[in-house]
């Protein structure tokens, strides 16, 4: 093998008339016959080579062989392209390199999807080929864009005196209040390591050995439920110092963010940041971690209202609640009164009872509170400094919800009304924080952040009497609307660590049975300290401006836990089982739907799991019916057809990831229709279908449906089948009801998708004979 003596996106002119050897993958090749003309990639870039008429008949034929991520050697000279020809859209566009000798390294079969950016495929079909997926230039930028952040917070902790010091893995139940993921003893049968939700107190402990100044770039592990922005373990740059106030710590951490930012992205942070009271970010913005990129604070109008006969105000105020608006600049005629419900519907999950709302026209009120708020007028217009063609949104109820409600509108609609500069990287830092919140459902005090933050003295006195005017020395520091990181100054005496403990409901046991080591050191000269973690995914994924952690972690789990590549969490060896002294008493069903793979439904009509050879056919189908498709599907939108043709689409080009449980439907042998399973639960699983050739074939997808779940009821103990749907849809109910399911309920709702929200009705089915 030759030596590689370039990577392909670093070729210039300055190159030309060199011959050089590339190593990478074939991006593209186009044969025009005596000309092949081929796109090499490695982690650097694209770089075009040409294999001329001239090349030997060998090499010539050797060209022809390539395909699509075959792995390559070239060497060639690099020409200067003829004029014209140049490539402005690549880095590489004004050279080419017109190859002497190549060398096949590697082949490699057709691909589950194309290796570019944008690819529009099911994202657990890009983590099962992640390694392909990982290939594509955006996430080979994001990958590379995230280990230079972590070689400048290395470089910046080194220089400024933090020692990186490692922490366990397996330890002990950490306290910041997820869920623990546990690891079972061998050694200690019935005994169990936990691994850590963050360093905290080998951190603290740090402090006491004496280190001063400690910084880790740590794995943390929380098993809770997923979101955009979380995975099950995740990095957390975490830092700890003793002796310092919390001042010099934020101005330490600032330095660090506005280093990276400069470095890695060339952005300027001006410092300091901007300080902002845990309260004044709720009052103005309804939010802990808010988005500062615009405007649009909420505002107090409760002097306003109280003037007039507004029910829905009046009591949220006799209650002890409160009143705040929203004033949406120039939304009055973008927002339909349809729009504005579905919000009202979906503030609901927030513990909200609707959306109050005026629209402000040519000086006047209109909509369905204007004849309330119509006396005063003048003086609304004025304290909410609302104008023509305005919109103005109320929440009126208890502090928390108000907030969440408007904190969440205000966001939503900062994107929608496009009020947000999305190059702008807007920090703040949250104090004064509350040391507690009050958990409804657990009936007690919880800590804010954690156990071990120090209170203010001075609302101390109310530790007992009133935990909620409990203050601490916390800060928070936020971008762009995300939390990016926390921390506090710490407990670092036993007389006020055991007074926390109790004010938390711990016994002194409880404490000492799980905090017992922490309250030994704290007898042995432990000095003030504090500290912060930063999350560095979320970091890298501001960074990078993307959406989702997922695509700045190189092997994350899917938004259901799931790492798809390997297909873990799985099942063990029994003798496995058996040295832990662990007994499986219930188990997911997902390895056991797997088996499932036909269903005889009538002598002509089964169910087959569906395969990536099924796609093409689906597609075919899909065409075949597009007539029917609208008349099987009467309240679909050219939307939903799109989105179901768009589906069709992903399918045809892409494998089956072999993680959903979609079934095909086929009559003689010929596919008729679709059943697609989600969420599935042990007890719950909701059904999708389509059908072609519209609905003569309902009594089909009955008996299907019906076989279906006969089929699964062993396997998921399944008492229940939820149908997501619209609400005209009555054709999936009486598909329902005629496979003999029992109604057992409907909960509307509305669904944001893309940023609309969308109605949706869900059924819940009893299965008969459960
Ligand atoms: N350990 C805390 C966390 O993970 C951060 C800190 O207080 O330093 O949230």
């Not at 006969?309 to 120039?330: E, H, M, Q």
């Not at 709302?357 to 004025?382: I, Q, R, S």
């Not at 832990?580 to 793979?597: R, T």
Request: contains cysteine; aromatic residues 10%.
């Amino acid at each position: 093998m030759a030596k590689r003596t370039k990577y392909a996106g670093e070729v210039t002119v300055s190159d030309v008339d060199q011959t050089i050897t590339l190593k990478g993958w074939v991006q593209k090749r186009r044969n025009l016959g005596a000309l092949i003309f081929v796109d090499l990639r490695d982690r650097s870039g694209i770089v075009q080579i040409v294999f001329k008429d001239d090349a030997s008949k060998n090499l010539h034929d050797l060209a022809e062989t390539l395909r699509n991520e075959y792995v390559i050697e070239v060497t060639g000279k690099v020409c200067k392209r003829a004029n014209g020809e140049a490539n402005e859209r690549m880095k590489t566009g004004e050279i080419e390199i017109e190859v002497t000798d190549l060398k096949v390294l590697s082949t490699s079969k057709a691909l589950p999807f194309n290796i570019e950016d944008h690819v529009d495929v099911k994202e657990d079909l890009k983590l099962k080929y992640r390694y392909l997926d990982l290939r594509r230039p955006e996430m080979q930028r994001a990958i590379m864009l995230r280990s230079k952040i972590k070689h400048v917070i290395h470089r910046f902790m080194d220089e400024n005196g933090f020692i990186d010091i490692e922490t366990p893995d397996l330890t002990k139940s950490t306290p910041e209040g997820a869920r623990d993921f546990l690891v079972p003893s061998r050694t200690y049968n019935g005994n169990f390591w936990a691994l850590p939700q963050s360093p905290q107190l080998f951190k603290q402990l740090l402090m006491s050995a004496g280190f001063d100044r400690y910084y880790q770039i740590a794995r943390c592990f929380r098993d809770e439920d997923l979101r955009g922005d979380r995975q099950p373990e995740f990095t957390q740059v975490d830092i700890e110092t003793s002796f310092l106030s919390e001042e010099e710590i934020m101005t330490i951490a600032e330095q660090l963010i506005s280093t990276v930012l400069k470095e890695v992205i060339n952005v300027d942070v001006k410092l300091p940041i901007e300080r902002m009271g845990w309260n004044e970010a709720m009052d103005n913005y309804g939010s802990d971690k808010p988005d500062l990129r615009f405007d649009m604070k909420l505002i107090n109008v409760e002097e306003v209202v109280s003037k007039t006969d507004f029910k829905v105000f009046s009591s949220a105020l006799n209650n002890g609640g409160i009143v705040r608006a929203l004033v949406a600049p120039k939304a009055g005629d973008k927002f339909s009164r349809k729009d504005i419900d579905s919000w009202g519907e979906y503030v609901k999950r927030f513990g909200a009872k609707g959306l109050a709302w005026l629209k402000v026209k040519d000086g006047e009120l209109a909509g369905p509170v204007a004849k309330f708020m119509k006396p005063v007028t003048e003086e609304l217009l004025k304290a909410t400094e609302a104008e023509d063609d305005d919109l103005i949104l109320f929440a009126a109820d208890e502090k928390e919800v108000v907030y969440a409600t408007l904190g969440y509108l205000r966001t939503f609609l900062g994107e929608k009304l496009g009020l947000i500069d999305h190059d702008q990287f807007r920090f703040v830092w949250i104090t004064d924080w509350p040391m507690f919140h009050y958990s409804k459902e657990e009936d007690r005090y919880m800590a804010e952040h954690h156990p071990f933050t120090l209170p203010k003295e001075d609302t101390l006195e109310y530790l007992e009497s009133d935990p909620s005017k409990v203050y601490a020395y916390a800060y928070d520091i936020c971008l762009n609307g995300y939390e990016l990181g926390g921390g506090s100054l710490r407990i670092h005496t036993r007389e006020m660590q055991e007074k926390m403990f109790k004010a938390l409901g711990f016994t002194a046991e409880d404490a000492n049975e799980r905090f017992g080591f922490l309250m030994n050191a704290l007898d042995y000269g432990f000095p003030p300290h504090g500290g912060l973690a930063f999350g560095l995914d979320r970091f890298a994924m501001l960074l990078a401006k993307k959406n989702n952690i997922r695509d700045v972690i190189a092997f994350p789990k899917n938004s259901k836990g799931v790492e798809v590549l390997t297909d873990a969490p799985g099942e063990v060896e029994q003798a496995q089982l058996d040295e832990l002294g662990l007994k499986v008493l219930k188990k997911m069903p997902s390895a056991d739907l797997q088996k499932i793979e036909n269903i005889s439904v009538t002598d002509e009509v089964s169910l087959r799991r569906y395969q990536l050879n099924d796609a093409k056919e689906i597609q075919q189908l899909v065409e075949e019916n597009r007539d029917n498709l609208a008349k099987f599907l009467p309240w679909a939108t050219a939307n939903d057809l799109a989105a179901e043709e768009s589906f069709v689409k992903e399918a045809v080009a892409s494998f089956d990831a072999g993680v959903s449980f979609d079934y095909v439907i086929e009559k003689n042998e010929k596919i008729v229709g679709t059943i697609d399973l989600h969420n599935i639960h042990k007890t719950n699983a909701e059904i999708g279908y389509w059908l072609a050739e519209n609905h003569q074939h309902q009594g089909i997808m009955t008996m299907a449906v019906k076989k279906l779940v006969e089929a699964l009821s062993p396997v998921l103990n399944l008492h229940r089948v939820v149908i997501k749907t619209d609400p005209s849809n009555v054709s999936s109910q009486k598909v329902a009801l005629n496979a003999g399911f029992t109604l057992e309920g409907v909960q509307h709702g509305a669904v944001e998708q893309n940023g609309e929200f969308k109605d949706f009705q869900v059924y819940y089915y009893l299965i008969e004979g459960e």
